[in-house]
């Protein structure tokens, strides 16, 4: 039970420092090629640990069933939810677009868990989603940034023109950013369930090395369809592949070794809880490493959705 409790917080701190690398990166290169990068070096990170673990037996223990739904709920983690994470913060900014996410993955874990795997509403876990859904509200309305003197709205990001997002998400990007975000957080909550009952009795990292195959080729697809796609310009520098293959190693290869460790100690809602720690992280990383401005009522709606995860974690 305790080795599954630090394996959460451990990943949701490995993760927030991987969101903050994303973040910074997605000023110079476009999503599609972002993913694809991360899910090559965590596809080498996860092969190389197979090895030096020696479990390249748990492969020969997996029916065909279990390897479609871990490729399936490996595909909705890395090539979905992450590419809109990415898509997403550009539009929406890194605080915001982690703090929305990760509620969204909070309340979305506990309803497939009623749903699916026979887990029960109490008293706490209500009372603190509606204070997790109270500070979401804060943090997105009331935690906008403030406006220059000019009038102009600040940007979330600021980005590179070759990677911007479309010109109509743009327009609409405070509304694009929330469903988006909203969205890539029920991918990541549907997918702790999932997982929950697939990876059982499989070691991590084979559990996790099986989607790659999958992953790589449709993430290489959506990135050379893209006329403006960094890979395809071959306009990515030394020093970005170098953070996104970091960013890749640790913040998708370790963070699966991590998550599926802790799937398999803790059950998939109090995992979700723990990893979505991340917003204390996320802040104080957008605040030192992207210069975001932090308003007294972000701060207070990340607070908020803390507190809320506290109490549905004591139920």
Do not use: C
């Not at 699966?256 to 802040?283: D, K, Y």
């Amino acid at each position: 039970m305790v080795e599954g409790f630090a394996a959460a917080i451990a990943a949701a701190a490995v993760w927030a420092v991987s969101g903050a690398v994303i973040a910074h990166q997605a000023r110079f290169v476009d999503p599609f090629s972002i993913s694809f990068l991360r899910a090559i070096w965590a596809g080498i990170f996860l092969i190389a640990a197979v090895f030096v673990l020696g479990v390249e037996g748990d492969f020969g223990r997996m029916s065909a069933s279990d390897v479609a739904q871990l490729i399936g709920a490996g595909f909705l983690s890395t090539a979905v939810a992450e590419t809109l994470y990415a898509i997403t913060i550009p539009l929406f900014g890194f605080t915001r677009t982690y703090t929305t996410a990760t509620a969204s993955a909070v309340l979305t874990a506990y309803l497939f868990g009623l749903l699916f795997i026979g887990d029960t509403l109490t008293v706490l876990v209500g009372v603190g989603s509606v204070v997790v859904l109270a500070g979401v509200y804060t943090v997105v309305i009331y935690g906008k940034p403030r406006r220059h003197a000019g009038g102009g709205e600040e940007e979330a990001v600021r980005v590179a023109p070759a990677v911007a997002p479309p010109g109509l998400l743009l327009r609409y990007a405070f509304a694009a950013g929330l469903v988006l975000a909203v969205v890539t957080g029920m991918a990541w909550g549907g997918v702790s369930v999932w997982l929950r009952s697939v990876a059982e009795g499989f070691d991590p990292a084979a559990a996790g090395v099986v989607r790659m195959p999958v992953v790589l080729p449709v993430l290489a697809l959506l990135a050379g369809m893209q006329s403006r796609s960094s890979l395809r310009r071959r306009a990515i520098s030394r020093r970005s592949f170098v953070w996104l293959a970091l960013s890749g190693a640790l913040g998708t290869g370790l963070v699966i070794l991590l998550i599926i460790t802790a799937l398999q100690r803790i059950g998939a809602g109090e995992f979700t809880v723990l990893f979505n720690t991340g917003p204390v992280f996320g802040i104080a990383l957008g605040v030192i490493f992207l210069r975001e401005r932090i308003t007294p009522w972000a701060l207070i709606g990340a607070l908020l959705v803390l507190g809320g995860i506290a109490m549905i974690a004591m139920r």
